[in-house]
C-alpha cells in the first residue's frame, strides 16, 4: 500500500475540547508513531490529550518551524519510504494553512506519498464562516508589515482591493500587536468600512464581531496576546 502523510488538525487555544476532532482524528493518531510538528511540546500535549493510553516513548518527532535547516527537512519523510505512515501536527489549527507544513506537503507528491487532510478546525475558516462578509471571494494575506509606513500602505492596499474586486481581506498579527494593528485599522481605514475581529475561536473565551470602522471607533475590547483574526470589507 502506499504510504500516507496525515494532515492533522489541533487546538486553536490552550484548552482541548474533545468535540472538535473526530473520532477518525484519534484513532490515526493512536496507530502512528512517527510525527513532523511545528512544536514539540505541544503536539506532545495534544497527542497525550486525544490518545492518553499511547505510549509517548514510542513517538519520534521532527521539528518543522522556521529554525529547521532545509538540509535536515530532506530525511523527514524516510520513514514513509519504509512504509510507515506519518502525521504533520501545526502549531495550531490546520497543516499548510499559515503553517510551515505545506513544503512537506510538497516533498510527499514528489516521493508518491499520498497525502490526507483530516477535518479540523482553522481559524481562518472559522472567522470567514462567522464574519458575514463576502464568503464567495475572500483571501487570506498573512500578516501585515512591521514598519509603519509599509503597513499604512499595506492596509490601504487591501481595503481598495476589496472594494474593487468585491473580495474578503484576512489577515492576522503577533498577539502582542493585536490593539497596536486594531488602531491603526481605526486610524486608516474608511469609516464605511467592515471590519470583523476574532479572537480565542473555539474557546470559552471567543470573541467574533463585524462592525464599521465607524462603530468600531466607538466601541473598546482588549484582546492583548489572545490569537486573532482580521477581516476587512470595503463595500464596492
Known amino acids: 500500500m502506499i504510504p500516507t502523510l496525515y494532515l492533522i488538525p489541533s487546538p486553536l487555544g490552550e484548552t482541548f475540547k474533545e468535540e472538535n476532532f473526530s473520532v477518525e482524528i484519534k484513532s490515526i493518531i493512536e496507530k502512528l508513531d512517527y510525527f513532523i510538528v511545528e512544536n514539540e511540546k505541544k503536539a506532545r500535549g495534544f497527542i497525550k490529550k486525544i490518545a492518553p493510553e499511547k505510549l509517548h516513548s514510542d513517538l519520534k518527532l521532527f521539528p518543522l518551524n522556521k529554525h529547521t535547516p532545509q538540509a535536515e527537512m530532506e530525511d523527514y519523510l524516510n520513514p514513509c519510504l519504509k512504509g510507515n505512515d506519518m502525521g504533520l501536527i501545526s502549531d495550531a ?6 503553517d510551515p507544513g505545506a513544503v512537506i506537503a510538497q516533498k510527499a507528491y514528489l516521493m508518491n506519498i499520498r497525502v490526507k487532510p483530516l477535518v479540523g478546525p482553522s481559524s481562518i475558516l472559522l472567522a470567514m464562516m462567522s464574519s458575514g462578509l463576502n464568503g464567495q471571494n475572500f483571501a487570506f494575506n498573512g500578516y501585515l508589515p512591521i514598519d509603519k509606513k509599509e503597513r499604512k500602505k499595506a ?4 481595503e481598495n482591493r476589496s472594494q474593487k ?3 474578503s481581506q484576512i489577515f492576522m498579527e503577533t498577539p502582542y500587536r493585536n490593539e497596536k494593528l486594531f488602531e491603526d485599522l481605526k ?3 474608511d469609516s464605511k468600512t467592515n471590519l ?3 479572537y480565542d475561536l ?22 492583548h496576546k489572545k490569537p486573532a483574526i482580521f477581516i476587512i470589507h470595503k463595500q464596492v
Do not use: M, V
Request: glycine fraction near 8%; charged fraction near 20%.
Open 93 to 98: 489549527g490546520c497543516p499548510g494553512i499559515a
Open 155 to 158: 492596509i490601504k492596499t487591501l
Open 165 to 167: 474586486l468585491d473580495q
Open 187 to 189: 486610524r486608516i481605514l
Open 196 to 198: 470583523c475581529i476574532a
Open 202 to 223: 473555539t474557546q470559552s473565551s471567543e470573541f467574533i464581531k463585524t462592525l464599521d470602522i465607524g462603530q468600531w471607533k466607538k466601541k473598546y475590547i482588549s484582546f
